[in-house]
């Protein structure tokens, strides 16, 4: 049972380019989300997914956007990225909005 | 005022020693709480979750949630040097439009020392 996988684990990209991370869970959840994670900020919310076929914005949505492919596959674009988006990605689920929520493993992802 | 915002760190313990994690929170209609540790270059792990005011125990670990006061906090009893790490309060948000949101505070490092 893989539980969420994120890929790639490790990226650099240089400002302007754009790419895709990539989120997976086996375990059958509705709710799905990216999170990004900065020193001392804690994990702040970018996009959300309450269930398939619906997306919202979290607190840091700017320079991002999001896919729900299917129930199993949330996907995080960003379409040209900046120095400022240098930060480690987590995606997460939970079976529903009120419960526990699963984290992949991150992508640290770097910007030059 | 921060959505969720825990007590400021890092906070250092002895071996043996209870450690005391708080966490407030804005929105009155949250429902569910969430403690979760993270170990350096690791990704968050749940530890506790917590839906009714009062007390949850589980193993070293005791949540308390007072929905009135808008608090949850984290005691780790008989702390050990591998409970050193990064701790996170989560809280599911329901008001207006944060809905549905998971928001999580900005973490208090805990350290025990032998």
């Known amino acids: 049972n893989a539980g969420v996988t994120q890929t790639p684990k490790f990226q650099v990209l240089k400002t302007g380019q754009s790419m895709t991370l990539q989120c997976a869970q086996d375990?059958?959840?509705?709710?799905m989300y990216w999170y990004r994670q900065d020193p001392g900020m804690g994990l702040r919310l970018i996009y959300y997914s309450a269930s398939e076929g619906t997306t919202d914005k979290g607190e840091v949505p700017n320079g991002y956007n999001v896919s729900r492919l299917n129930k199993r596959e949330f996907s995080l674009r960003l379409e040209s990225a900046a120095p400022s988006q240098t930060s480690v990605y987590f995606c997460?689920?939970?079976?529903?909005?009120?419960?526990?929520?699963?984290f992949g493993q991150g992508t640290r992802l770097t910007v030059v | 005022q921060k959505e969720v915002e825990q007590n400021s760190g890092p906070l250092s313990v002895p071996e043996g020693a209870i450690a005391s994690l708080n966490c407030t929170y804005s929105?009155?209609?949250?429902?569910?709480f969430f403690w979760y540790r993270q170990y350096s270059g690791k990704s968050p792990e749940l530890i506790m979750f917590?839906?009714?005011?009062g007390d949850k125990e589980d193993g070293r670990f005791t949540a308390q949630l007072n929905k009135a006061s808008q608090y949850v906090s984290l005691l780790i009893r008989d702390s050990q040097p591998s409970d050193s790490a990064t701790y996170l309060c989560?809280?599911?948000?329901?008001?207006?439009?944060?809905?549905?949101?998971?928001?999580f505070g900005q973490g208090t490092i805990l350290t025990v020392h032998p």
């Open positions: 917590i839906y009714s005011n």
């Open positions: 989560a809280v599911n948000m329901r008001g207006g439009t944060s809905y549905g949101k998971l928001t």
């Open positions: 375990m059958n959840h509705n709710s």
């Open positions: 929105d009155r209609g949250s429902q569910s």
């Open positions: 997460a689920s939970s079976l529903h909005q009120n419960t526990e929520a699963f």
